[in-house]
């Protein structure tokens, strides 16, 4: 259990320390974050943030960052000291062992709700100089809202910075023109007219792979072009860089009042709904503080 390990290796921190980085991440609640490497066996070090003058012993258990901590930089989860949430999340982007990497964790933090790409970018531009920026401000350019997992970030990566396709629209949904939804597009090229779907544990069911064989001709009745890829496919760059640049030149590219479609992708949001549950938790605590103290009754 991650958990055990981060409890386990969180009881030798120094006075003023904290734990970070995916560890403190997942606390927050993010909790595809599991201290796991890319082969999904072994385990990733807790990373452990000490300040200067923080004294612990390194082994390969944990991650030691003797970096500028500052006291209002922690908190607690659990009773467990931990950095917050956008300290945290700078902290794992810059420990992730790729850029690519750096914006999946990003990717999934943000869709975790613990945090928001303009909030993690403001925390990066206040941190110039420090170790690996670099690789987190690749992950702020890159990361996107509504990412549902990592290896679909991963092909957005490819089609965006392989492939040469536009920014594209993630989880989209797309409607035909009498207004019926005919499916969410796990990435939607709407210059071309091109739908990129993945397929991932969850598709290998009989009922899923016949939802997904309804919807892909629904979207091909509207003269969409549909093309799926597989987690085995990620392996193999340059494959999937064939497949998505060959089923953009089968694309339509079809101007907004030719199309017998229409995508509605939704707007961010992930800072208005940070604010709005601060704000929230902020009224419940005055509300609490103002109530009189009453006895219950003998």
């Known amino acids: 259990m991650p958990e055990q390990r981060i409890i ?3 009881a030798r921190l120094p006075p003023g320390g904290a734990a970070t980085g995916w560890a403190a991440c997942r606390l927050h609640g993010a909790n595809f974050l599991d201290g796991l490497g890319a082969d999904g066996l072994a385990e990733v070090p807790v990373p452990l943030a000490i300040g200067p003058t923080g004294n612990i012993r390194d082994d390969a258990r944990v991650t030691i960052s003797r970096e500028r901590l500052t006291p209002d930089e922690v908190t607690r989860v659990v009773g467990i000291p931990v950095t917050r949430a956008e300290r945290a999340v700078f902290d794992a982007v810059r420990l992730a062992r790729t850029d690519r990497d ?25 941190h110039p100089g420090w170790k690996r920026i670099a690789r987190a401000r690749f992950a702020c350019l890159h ?15 490819i089609a965006e910075l392989d492939a ?5 629209h993630v989880n989209c949904p797309v409607h035909d023109r009498s207004g019926r939804l005919l ?9 071309a007219g091109l739908v990129i779907e993945f ?3 969850d598709h290998r069911s009989r009922r899923q792979h016949t939802r997904d064989t309804r919807r892909d001709e629904d979207m091909r009745g509207v003269e969409l072009e549909v093309t799926r890829v597989t987690g085995t496919d990620l392996r193999d760059t340059g494959l999937v860089v064939d497949r998505l640049q060959r089923a953009r030149s089968r694309a339509r590219f079809l101007p907004p009042g030719q199309r017998r479609w229409e995508a509605r992708p939704v707007p961010d949001c992930a800072e ?3 604010r709005r549950a601060e704000v929230l938790a902020e009224v419940n605590a005055e509300m609490r503080a103002a109530q009189p103290w009453t006895q219950r009754p003998g």
């Open 272 to 274: 208005a709904e940070l």
């Open 164 to 168: 040469g396709l536009p920014r594209l």
């Open 102 to 126: 750096a914006v999946a964790v990003l990717d999934t933090c943000v869709a975790a709700g613990i945090t928001s790409i303009e909030r993690v970018s403001t925390y990066v531009d206040r």
């Open 183 to 191: 499916g969410l597009a796990d990435l939607l090229d709407e210059e």
């Open 8 to 10: 386990e290796q969180s």
């Open 143 to 157: 990361a996107r809202e509504r990412a549902r997992s990592l290896a679909e970030t991963a092909l957005r990566l």
């Open 199 to 201: 397929d991932g544990a």
